[in-house]
């Protein structure tokens, strides 16, 4: 763990202290995937780059760089040392972090490198600070539900994202500029949890510019359903069936057991219970049909949909992003 000021005490090996602290994680997307399109060195000059720039911005913002993991990086503001301002101090953070993307992948262009991107989570909570390890090996650690829900709230961010916990949102006060309230279903947690996508900073003049215009995630699946054809209003009686391949919030990209004509509406039957979810019926219109790899894959956009239906494709979309039962892209 890297501290920002030297100068503070840390706590003694077996010393264990209570704090409110904010904690942040960037993690990369698609980093994996780009394993089959760039050489090993590539991709090692691309995230040692980008975790250097990171962490320079931790610091800048008075943050402590608590560890990598693989592509990702995790910092804490509030500790070793106390700091009222930490909510605060954690959104500047996150928000340069965004903007420093652009000139980090300027760089990269310029060297004939890939762009890259990250989606950033912060959330803000009483955790316990401390020594972990044996004699020969120990590392200071920020444990806590606090931590497993900033990772988790990270999870859901797009790319050139950042999602921010109402803890956070709630002790910055008017400091940051947020979106509308999304209700997020995350692992560990009884019921949906309020999350916001920070925009800006307005005192210090921090804009942060989206670089996905997907409205949500699309997660890997292989979920078989089934759909009907429509004929102007009607529901045809007919039957058929396919297999979903990825899935988000408004759509998702299956595989169907005949041609359908693209622009055609379709009723899907979709069977979300192997995650303890119950089967929803949602009308959608089939936008393209693509062949791949000797397939034919229809991509199909949700176009009415009951709240509670999509309330549970938000939850079983959500689930899978979060491990349940495989990990994302």
């Not at 704090?19 to 090993?40: C, K, N």
């Not at 992948?105 to 762009?115: F, H, I, Q, V």
């Not at 921090?206 to 054809?229: A, G, K």
């Not at 595989?255 to 979300?272: K, M, W």
Request: aromatic content about 6%; hydrophobic content about 40%.
């Amino acid at each position: 763990m890297e501290n920002s000021n030297p100068s503070i005490a840390m706590p003694r090996p077996g010393e264990f202290r209570e704090q409110e602290v904010s904690i942040l994680l960037a993690d990369l997307r698609g980093y994996t995937a780009m394993g089959s399109e760039h050489e090993g060195s590539t991709l090692i000059r691309l995230l040692d780059a980008f975790l250097a720039a990171m962490s320079e911005v931790v610091l800048a913002h008075g943050g402590t760089v608590d560890k990598f993991m693989g592509d990702a990086i995790m910092a804490v503001f509030g500790a070793p040392e106390p700091c009222p301002g930490h909510a605060q101090q954690a959104l500047a953070c996150a928000a340069e972090m965004q903007i420093a993307m652009d000139q980090l992948n300027a760089g990269n262009r310029a060297s004939g490198l890939p762009g890259i991107y990250c989606g950033v989570g912060v959330n803000t909570g009483h955790v316990m600070t401390g020594w972990l390890g044996s004699p020969r090996h120990r590392e200071y650690c920020v444990v806590g539900d606090a931590v497993n829900l900033a990772a988790r709230i990270e999870s859901l961010s797009l790319r050139g994202q950042v999602l921010v916990g109402e803890s956070t949102r709630a002790a910055a006060g008017d400091f940051a500029l947020t979106g509308e309230v999304m209700q997020a279903w995350l692992k560990g947690q009884p019921g949906p949890v309020q999350v916001y996508e920070l925009l800006g900073i307005p005192s210090l003049d921090l804009l942060i510019s989206r670089r996905d215009l997907r409205r949500s995630h699309r997660v890997r699946v292989e979920m078989p359903f089934t759909y009907q054809l429509l004929e102007g209003k009607r529901v045809l009686e007919e039957t058929h069936h396919g297999i979903a391949r990825d899935i988000g919030y408004q759509g998702m990209l299956a595989e169907l057991d005949r041609p359908v004509a693209p622009f055609s509406d379709i009723r899907l039957s979709l069977d979300l219970s192997p995650l303890g979810y119950r089967e929803v019926d949602v009308y959608g219109k089939l936008l393209s049909n693509t062949a791949r790899t000797g397939r034919l894959l229809s991509a199909i956009e949700f176009t009415a949909i009951t709240v509670q239906s999509d309330m549970d494709i938000r939850q079983f979309v959500q689930m899978l992003l979060q491990g349940y039962p495989s990990d994302r892209e």
